[in-house]
């Protein structure tokens, strides 16, 4: 009998971004995953900033930096 793989954490938290320039980026998805590691919140700031850069990198439009973060209400 084959082995059963391991089962991947595929479930994703929502953050809204505020960036320096007073525009808002709601409902972002960080993989809760990337969160398990940290004992906080603001490491989310790094995968939303990540995903900042290569949506720039395809669409030629910088972003802002990212001011605050806050989860998003369910």
Known sequence: MAKKKPR????????DAIYEDGTKSPRRKV??????????????????????????????NQRGTVKTITRSPT
Do not use: C, N, W, Y
């Open 31 to 60: 993989a809760a995953s990337d969160l398990a590691d940290s004992d906080g919140d603001d490491h989310a700031k790094t995968p939303i900033m990540a995903q900042d850069r290569e949506i720039a990198k395809k669409s030629g």
């Open 8 to 15: 991947v954490d595929d479930s994703f938290v929502l953050f």
